[in-house]
């Protein structure tokens, strides 16, 4: 069950939109558990690192302003659940309400890799996620270099076959880091929603164009 919490004043942004923004981006962060989800949010949310998260799953809407325009977005920040395949950590509900998806694993945890390559393919197959919706991985944890699992090039490798962004970050050290991951996955949401607008001028033309020599364009 997701719970629309207003979080504390200290995160500066309200569960609801209480200004009633047009929502510009509804973007869902995914991953297995304990691999830094509520950290990424909160960084991003609050510029602060507060360490421990308590386990709720959380919906937070935020305006944040790129190149001088303001964005109005939720962000969900889900819960890996308990004991469960990671055929079902996905509902079609988190696919169908997503403009993007961060996927989020530790880079000390090779099994939150396996988990992220599981449910890019999950993603891939159920199709209820928009074609056009960006995904980003994020390695996160890379203050922990010492305990690393998983590495840079494999992340990186794997993000590049599946047609995915990637980031290896730290939410603990930073938050520049963090905010780059969520201002890219808004610009792709921008892209994508571009040249759709723009794929549907064309097929208006070409609807118009075939009515008035009234053939039909194969
Ligand atoms: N060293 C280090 N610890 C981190 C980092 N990000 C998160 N953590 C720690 O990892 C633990 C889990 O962080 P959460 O943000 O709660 O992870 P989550 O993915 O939301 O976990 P779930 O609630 O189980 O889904 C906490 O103890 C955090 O302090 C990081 O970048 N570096």
Same mark, same amino acid.
């Not at 993000?159 to 603990?172: K, Q």
């Not at 905010?179 to 610009?187: A, N, Q, R, S, T």
């Given at each position: 069950?997701?719970?629309?919490?207003?979080?504390?004043?200290?995160?500066?942004?309200?569960?609801?939109?209480?200004?009633?923004?047009?929502?510009?981006?509804?973007?869902?962060?995914?991953?297995?558990?304990?691999?830094?989800?509520?950290?990424?949010?909160?960084?991003?949310?609050?510029?602060?690192?507060?360490?421990?998260?308590?386990?709720?799953?959380?919906?937070?809407?935020?305006?944040?302003?790129?190149?001088?325009?303001?964005?109005?977005?939720?962000?969900?920040?889900?819960?890996?659940?308990?004991?469960?395949?990671?055929?079902?950590?996905?509902?079609?509900?988190?696919?169908?309400?997503?403009?993007?998806?961060?996927?989020?694993?530790?880079?000390?945890?090779?099994?939150?890799?396996? /988990?992220?390559?599981?449910?890019?393919? $999950? +993603?891939?197959?159920? !199709?209820? =996620?928009?074609?056009?919706?960006?995904? %980003?991985?994020?390695?996160?944890?890379?203050?922990?270099?010492?305990?690393?699992?998983?590495?840079?090039?494999?992340?990186?490798?794997?993000?590049?076959?599946?047609?995915?962004?990637?980031?290896?970050?730290?939410?603990?050290?930073?938050?520049?880091?963090?905010?780059? /991951?969520?201002?890219?996955?808004?610009? $792709? +949401?921008?892209?994508? !929603?571009? =040249?759709?607008?723009?794929?549907?001028? %064309?097929?208006?033309?070409?609807?118009?164009?075939?009515?008035?020599?009234?053939?039909?364009?194969?």
């Amino acid at each position: 069950m997701v719970v629309l919490v207003k979080p504390s004043p200290l995160l500066g942004s309200k569960a609801m939109d209480g200004n009633h923004h047009k929502v510009d981006a509804n973007v869902l962060l995914l991953g297995a558990e304990n691999v830094g989800k509520s950290a990424l949010t909160v960084r991003f949310l609050t510029r602060r690192f507060i360490g421990e998260y308590g386990d709720i799953e959380s919906i937070y809407s935020h305006i944040d302003k790129t190149d001088g325009r303001e964005i109005s977005l939720n962000i969900w920040d889900s819960l890996y659940p308990q004991s469960c395949e990671t055929t079902e950590s996905i509902s079609d509900k988190q696919l169908q309400w997503a403009d993007g998806v961060i996927l989020v694993y530790s880079i000390c945890d090779r099994s939150s890799f396996e /988990v992220v390559r599981q449910q890019v393919q $999950l +993603i891939r197959q159920t !199709r209820k =996620l928009s074609a056009s919706a960006p995904i %980003i991985i994020v390695g996160n944890k890379r203050d922990l270099l010492h305990q690393r699992a998983v590495s840079s090039e494999e992340g990186r490798l794997f993000a590049l076959a599946a047609d995915c962004g990637f980031f290896e970050i730290s939410a603990a050290e930073t938050y520049h880091g963090v905010l780059l /991951v969520f201002h890219e996955i808004l610009d $792709l +949401i921008k892209e994508s !929603r571009a =040249l759709k607008k723009g794929m549907a001028g %064309i097929k208006g033309i070409v609807r118009s164009v075939s009515a008035v020599f009234g053939k039909k364009w194969e």
